[in-house]
């Protein structure tokens, strides 16, 4: 089924709604003819609001190597939503950073992070802006056009009040998000609060980031109150926004306000408020319980992992991006030693050198009992999320371990690993694309309670210090040890060195780059620190691996690619057709 793209020219279109066959948020959408056949059937209405989920974005391997055949963050245009177009190089947006390169040559990561992007149509990757006012317009259809028409009741066809107010926080919720997916982007952006039509002014200016952040953080204070906590226990909801939900993207909003890249006088304010909207997420209650957790606490890794392939009473899931059972993520990113698998994300040795001992020191190459085993005793998140050499992976056995060193069976073949290092996290392990066959959930991490903690622990060093909790009964070095403590670290938990403000910064961006990774935090990170033109101007490298002996190797570290970052790149570009269309926008700076 066809997704009808809206440009924002195309917010006068007339309605074409597309809804989701069954009542679940990842079925596949069909059409309606007009909004009137959608209200008066309480089954159709969910139908709708399922398919405003369609325009979450997707996360994993994401990055065609054509914006053009891509739906930029929801899915491939032309065929079902999520699913990249065929053929597509599809790459993680971990890739265009200092997480990662991508196994196959010239794909849309590699170009993006050598700085091979610009307001072009055909070279503008990672771009929603169609998307999202796709998004935003559906919105209105429903609370212009649906909602003020819902018929209240206990008929079969017929909303309960409750049910009415829970879908409607629902949708102010997905307009908030959709919202804030341009303005982490574009930074201030046009604003759009209602339908469009022919009639309507369509030179719509950008507003100013402090504009935007007030319009969403209201958005965000109206879908709150309207939606649960949590859902019953069923399929069917996974996935759909929660009071939790609004509450984080609020937290992550405000600390994105808060950053240097967006905060030039260093208000403190801004961090206090970010660090009361984190806090309000981190007491949430359900009854005398927490909602939240990091799932399960205390159990040396083993929750880190399962985290990301455990569904059904994981309490450290906020929202996620719920797709179809499947086995796409092993595949793209799988070994190409056992068939089909395509190498896909490569982790480079700059990440990898971030991981500590598990005794929470520092790994360092020029200590030599670090560099004799450089991938033992390290931070369990590291063989959680790494494959390396001597690991293993599905049928490898201890008979038939990873082989990353030059001419092993891991290094060799068609796109295999350019960095001496695959993608572990997210994958699961009874999701195989050879037999035996297997499929299993995936949820994408949009916002989750460790992120909360991290964001929190940020919040609080600035506006407050390391060990100052305020009124919310939790420092940022307690937050950090939290995190630390589930990761299975047995040392230096409270990160004791860290003394001051500035050192406690520094412990906190090293804790956000490790348990964050591959998620779609650093990128965005780097820039709202504003330290992106130093960070991402340096060539990432990788790990020539040598074997010498029948258990011996060499390590050499070689550079793999460039990475390229100027000044305006801090803000993406408005695409160039956008600018053509509406006279009012103007260009960012320098594009």
Known sequence: MKKTIFSMICLAMALLVQSCSEENINAVPANFPQASSIYGNKVTVLQFINNLYTFVPRGYNRMDVNPGSNDEISGAAGATP??????????MLASATDEAVHATRNSAAERWGAGQWNSSAANLWDSPYRTMYAGIRR????TEDIGPNL????????????????YHGQVIFLRALFNFELLKRFGGYPIVKKQLSAADDMNIPKSSYADCVKYITELCN??????PLVYPTSTSDFGRATRGAALALKARLLLYAASPLNNTAADVTKWEAAAQAAAAVINLKDGAANVYGLYPAGTSGAGYEAFFTTIAGNNEIIFSKMEPANNTIERLNGLPSISGGLGGTCPTLDLVNDYEMVTGVPFDWNNPAHAANPFANRDPRFGKSIIFNGATWMNSGTSALVETFEGGKDKVGTNPTRTGFYLRKFLNVNARWVAPTGNTNHCFPLFRYAEVLLNYAEAMNEAYGPDNAATYGLTARQAIALIRTRAGLTGNLTVPQATTQALMRSAIRHERRIELAFEEHRHMDLRRWKIAESVLNQPVSGLKILKTGATTYSYTPEVVEPRVFTSKMYYYPFPQEELSRNPGLVQNTGW
Request: glycine letters at 12%.
């Open 82 to 91: 999520g699913v990249p177009a065929p053929g597509a190089f599809t790459a």
């Open 139 to 142: 919105t209105f259809n429903y």
């Open 151 to 166: 018929i209240i009741g206990n008929g079969a066809n017929e909303l309960k009040a409750a049910e009415r107010d829970q």
């Open 222 to 227: 109206e879908a709150a109150p309207l939606l």
